[in-house]
């Protein structure tokens, strides 16, 4: 759209704003560009990020000496950001004995990570101490709350179809 009326023609709240206040100049961009969505991935390659995912944690659970089977596992898939796109997570609970224990986990997640090419940061949110790594596409958050610490390892965001996304997911309804 060149003419200014055009495009005030094709947005209609614009055109009444634009009449109501002609004293605002209004910019309107064109759309943006959107790139085509990305081709599903097969199976195989969804297997691969979550064992890359529960290798990453695997890891960091060996680097404080807590066996996977001692401390609470889990992995699961979540919705991505972006629609029709999945993401793996592993996360694990390990149990402090006392609040001021936390250093002594963290401190060896933090060196295991630095050692591995993770970029960290850390910091407080509230009561919770926090660390979070990104290496690539994979991100890991550890927080310490309490007689807790939570780990949890976030891996690649991947397309799929819908049903697949699904059935990942345990949404049922839509195969």
């Known amino acids: 759209m060149s003419e200014p009326d055009d495009a005030l023609a094709a947005a209609p709240h614009l055109r009444r704003f634009h009449e109501l206040h002609p004293e605002v100049p209004l910019v309107v961009l064109p759309p943006e560009r959107t790139a085509p969505p990305e081709p599903p991935v097969p199976d195989d390659v969804l297997d691969a990020e979550r064992s890359a995912t529960d290798a ?10 807590t066996a996977a089977d001692a401390a609470a596992v889990r992995t699961l898939w979540r919705a991505g950001r972006v629609d029709d796109t999945v993401v793996p997570v592993a996360e694990a609970r390990l149990p402090l004995a ?7 986990v963290a401190g060896p997640l933090a060196t295991a990570l630095e050692r591995g090419g ?14 979070e790594g990104a290496r690539g596409e994979r991100t890991v958050r550890v927080v310490a709350v309490e ?6 390892v976030r891996g690649r965001e991947l397309p799929v179809p819908t049903a697949t996304q699904h059935r990942l997911m345990g949404v049922e309804g839509e195969a």
């Open 147 to 152: 007689d807790v610490v939570v780990v949890t």
């Open 118 to 131: 993770w970029t960290l940061r850390s910091g407080r949110s509230g009561a919770a101490r926090y660390l």
């Open 98 to 104: 006392a609040a001021d224990e936390a250093p002594s």
């Open 56 to 65: 990453v944690l695997a890891m960091l659970l060996d680097a404080v000496g």
